[in-house]
């Protein structure tokens, strides 16, 4: 008996799906894929000024947000910090188990700030649900439009997705799958930041 053409696809398909949305909302980008096993993903280096000449995006991107529980985050208010964008989900584990650390190193540290981007369809009640039940993040969190994702960012290839932007505004990092406040810390000293 012969096995279908297709059954060599089946784990690759698994692998992808399993950082998906349970719900209706789209893929984070049909381009790439998700990130869905335990294990840390490569983190992927990107030099800010070849990634946003390729992608046609600033240098410096720009985001103007009203969070959750903080206000209005203005990325622009943040000059003189390093600042963690991270997209995620309340569907994504990776993306919940990674809350913890990024809150840590959000109240350890004076000179970071952390923003997390709820990329998906959902609701600020819906939202305060989910940290009821599971974890918080103590770091303002704004709801973004997954059909109309912040224009300055590169639309998430999979979740979670973190950029590393340093204390000018300039994108010195991106992670794609996910991180810990380590991977940050390090990624924060090789760009000429304090260890």
Request: aromatic letters at 6%.
């Amino acid at each position: 008996m012969t096995r279908p053409r297709s059954a060599p696809l089946l784990p690759a398909l698994l692998l992808l799906a399993a950082c998906a949305p349970e719900t209706g909302a789209p893929p984070p980008d049909a381009t790439g894929s998700a990130t869905g096993s335990s294990a840390p993903a490569a983190a992927e280096p990107a030099p800010a000024s070849l990634a946003a000449a390729e992608a046609g995006r600033p240098e410096r991107p720009g985001l103007r947000v009203d969070t959750l529980d903080h206000g209005v985050f203005d990325l622009a208010e943040q000059r003189g910090r390093w600042v963690v964008v991270n997209f995620w989900a309340t569907w994504c584990a990776p993306c919940i188990k990674e809350i913890p650390e990024l809150n840590a190193l959000d109240a350890g540290r004076e000179d970071v700030v952390v923003i997390g981007l709820a990329y998906e369809e959902t609701t600020p009640e819906a939202l305060r649900r989910f940290y009821a039940e599971k974890v918080r993040a103590e770091y303002p969190v704004a709801i973004v439009d997954v059909f109309n994702p912040p224009a300055d960012f590169k639309t998430p290839r999979g979740l979670p997705y973190t950029v590393l932007l340093d204390p000018s505004g300039k994108v010195v990092r991106e992670f794609l799958g996910p991180v810990t406040g380590a991977d940050l810390l390090a990624a924060i000293a090789a760009a000429g930041g304090p260890a």
